[in-house]
T-cell receptor, first 113, second 113 residues
Framework: GQQLNQSPQSMFIQEGEDVSMNCTSSSIFNTWLWYKQDPGEGPVLLIALYKAGELTSNGRLTAQFGITRKDSFLNISASIPSDVGIYFC?????????????FGKGTLLTVNP | NAGVTQTPKFRVLKTGQSMTLLCAQDMNHEYMYWYRQDPGMGLRLIHYSVGEGTTAKGEVPDGYNVSRLKKQNFLLGLESAAPSQTSVYFCASMEGGETDTQYFGPGTRLTVL
């Protein structure tokens, strides 16, 4: 089956620093998604990317859909303490109309005030 | 509009016991999904449904059964719980469509002793 490699597994940064994480896949996806999960909560969608090469921003977050459709990255600028959490990438293909997601294993982000 | 809700929030079972997890959504979504989340593993798809009365296997279906008798509810059953099924279970739903995304519930933490 499809696999996503997400890196890094964890990051410890100081407040105000920029953060970058990425995902690579062994196969292509039609859609790339980035979710954030706070402790004790379900994942919440941050950014969705629908076209190869697409660069999308949401406040301090910027994500790109790789040209090969096999990778994506997420950048967080000027981190703040509330950015703490687990960030997941996910790839989606609508083939067969089931919209199943394949998730990366997550990046645990810790921000020191 | 409560979104996606899950009951119970926590449960402890003994090996061999059975239980049912309930997922409910009030958004009239067609698609519903059950995932399990284990440390360092990300979210893995157990079963999913593309509409009322339908179910299909995901990545890790063994030991679980599901039912979608009503459009708004998706039940996940464990007939004979095993310690390997100790996990956090998340339900998600979506309407469908190329630009739609999955909305997650808050999760159920299950421990099997």
């Amino acid at each position: 089956g499809q696999q996503l490699n997400q890196s890094p597994q964890s990051m410890f940064i100081q407040e105000g620093e920029d953060v970058s994480m990425n995902c690579t896949s062994s196969s292509i996806f039609n859609t790339w998604l980035w979710y954030k999960q706070d402790p004790g909560e379900g994942p919440v969608l941050l950014i969705a990317l629908y076209k190869a090469g697409e660069l999308t921003s949401n406040g301090r977050l910027t994500a790109q859909f790789g040209i090969t459709r096999k990778d994506s990255f997420l950048n967080i600028s000027a981190s703040i303490p509330s950015d703490v959490g687990i960030y997941f990438c996910a790839g989606q293909n609508s083939g067969g109309s089931n919209y199943k997601l394949t998730f990366g294993k997550g990046t645990l982000l810790t921000v020191n005030p | 509009n409560a979104g996606v809700t899950q009951t119970p929030k926590f449960r402890v079972l003994k090996t061999g016991q059975s239980m049912t997890l309930l997922c409910a959504q009030d958004m009239n979504h067609e698609y519903m999904y059950w995932y399990r989340q284990d440390p360092g593993m990300g979210l893995r798809l157990i079963h999913y449904s593309v509409g009322e009365g339908t179910t299909a296997k995901g990545e890790v279906p063994d030991g679980y059964n599901v039912s979608r008798l009503k459009k708004q509810n998706f039940l996940l059953g464990l007939e004979s719980a095993a310690p390997s099924q100790t996990s956090v279970y998340f339900c998600a739903s979506m309407e469908g469509g190329e630009t739609d995304t999955q909305y997650f519930g808050p999760g159920t933490r299950l421990t099997v002793l």
